[in-house]
């Protein structure tokens, strides 16, 4: 696939445009990509799919080899892997605190001993999630801007 | 948690519980048999209870991340175990006189309040770093733009 950069004025509206024979799952990614860098990413509910804020998500979490976006009230499935979501969105202030899980640390309400070092993150929906050890050392990284 | 890790945990588990059992031994035979004079291999006597006590407890590993709940009941396993393995040590002591039930008794409770302190001791610790991560939590999320 070539890649072309066309400058346009400021009286025009800055767009991405895809052209493609089929539309692939590579195609796809590079899509989502697009719109993760603009703050949005594409969720699947009931084979529909829905754009979502970046900041509207309290988390991600990989379970059974599927990855799913859980806002305030809403669970969306998602194409991407929990590592891949980890690198685009490191500069949103999301982190990763267990295997299988990428936490927004801007929906933490309070943090948590959970006994045996590790700790739950109670979030603004009043849901806990668990903080792996492995983790910790990040988040405190990670809250002190180290 | 990764084997590494949990080995740690037991490590500290260990060094903790041979201080609390030497306390124990200190009162215990205080109260029951003040005049017992023992030799140098006496000194090896909490080391030895400790190692006893913490290796039925890695019967307890999960690889996967356990809930609080699951956590709380491995908890309780560990104790049963090491209840168990200290009991077994007194019945099959000969310098134990397991005929009073005073005595297994005070073995049974010393056990149950020696786990228990050395997890209060851990949890203590563990919360006094969760109030440093609200603190820094809360200066994160100001320098964010949100309070």
Redesign the interface.
């Known amino acids: 696939m070539d890649v072309e950069i066309e400058q346009v004025g400021r009286e025009k509206k800055e767009q991405v445009l895809i052209r493609c024979h089929a539309v692939t799952e590579e195609v796809r990614e590079i899509a989502a990509f697009v719109k993760s860098r603009q703050g949005r990413l594409t969720g699947m509910k009931d084979s529909r799919q829905y754009e979502i804020a970046v900041s509207d998500i309290y988390y991600f979490e990989s379970v059974d080899g599927k990855t799913f976006l859980y806002t305030k009230e809403q669970v969306y499935e998602t194409a991407y892997r929990i590592y891949e979501l980890e690198s685009m969105l490191r500069s949103k202030?999301f982190l990763r605190v267990?295997?299988s899980m990428l936490l927004n640390?801007?929906k933490?309400r309070?943090?948590?001993?959970?006994?045996?070092?590790?700790?739950?993150a109670v979030l603004l929906s009043g849901e806990e999630v668990?903080i792996?050890?492995?983790y910790v050392k990040g988040?405190?990284a990670?809250?002190?801007?180290e | 948690m990764s084997f590494k890790q949990f080995f740690i945990e037991k490590l500290s588990l260990f060094f903790m519980l041979t201080t609390l059992i030497t306390i124990a031994i200190f009162v215990i035979g205080s109260a029951f048999d003040a005049e017992a004079r023992f030799g140098y291999e006496a000194m090896l006597a909490p080391l030895r209870y400790a190692a006893c006590c913490v290796l039925p407890t890695f019967a307890t590993y999960s690889k996967r991340e356990l809930k609080k709940k699951e956590l709380i009941a491995r908890m309780a396993l560990e104790l049963v175990l090491i209840e168990a393995v200290m009991l077994f040590f007194a019945f099959t002591s000969p310098v134990i006189d397991t005929s009073r039930i005073s005595v297994v008794l005070v073995i049974a409770g010393s056990v149950l309040i020696i786990y228990t302190m050395a997890r209060l001791f851990s949890w203590l610790r563990e919360s006094a770093e969760a109030r440093v991560l609200n603190e820094d939590l809360q200066r994160f999320r100001q320098l964010h733009g949100q309070k």
């Open positions: 202030n267990s295997k640390l801007m933490i309070s943090i948590q001993s959970a006994l045996n070092g590790r700790f739950a668990i792996s050890r492995n988040l405190k990670a809250l002190r801007g």
